[in-house]
């Protein structure tokens, strides 16, 4: 079960820090994929994390937002800085328990437990 928090509300150039809980969760091996979707427009991949700890990012998003993870407490944080309008979307964490392969624009089939997502919000 994973559960995301920490959305809300800012002015474009602030900042916001999600966190998606994973619960049950016992694999030591796993693909992190954060994920977003805006009204109107499909879901789109933003950032992910391996295991391992390799990250990767979405174009859009590269330079301001980072990745992390607790692996102890299985707790992934996406740090977003410097938001801009177009980043308001509704923003929600997958796992694959798996772990073969972890990038952004991954097949979102790959990912079997999905978070039911935190609204982040950012006027210009």
């Known amino acids: 079960q994973l559960a995301e928090s920490g959305g809300g509300s800012v002015q474009a150039g602030g900042s916001l820090r999600l966190s998606c809980v994973a619960s049950g969760f016992t694999s030591t091996r796993y693909c992190v994929g954060w994920f977003r979707q805006a009204p109107g427009k499909e879901r789109e991949g933003v950032a992910t994390?391996?295991?391992?700890?390799?990250?990767t990012y979405a174009d859009s998003v590269s330079g301001r937002f980072t990745i992390s993870q607790d692996n102890a407490q299985h707790i992934f944080y996406l740090e977003m800085n410097s938001l801009k309008a177009e980043d308001t979307a509704m923003y929600s964490c997958?796992?694959?328990?798996?772990?073969?392969?972890?990038?952004?624009?991954?097949?979102?089939?790959?990912?079997?437990?999905w978070g039911l997502g935190t609204q982040v919000t950012v006027s210009s």
């Open positions: 997958a796992i694959d328990p798996r772990g073969a392969a972890c990038y952004v624009g991954r097949a979102e089939s790959e990912y079997k437990f």
């Open positions: 994390i391996h295991s391992f700890g390799t990250v």
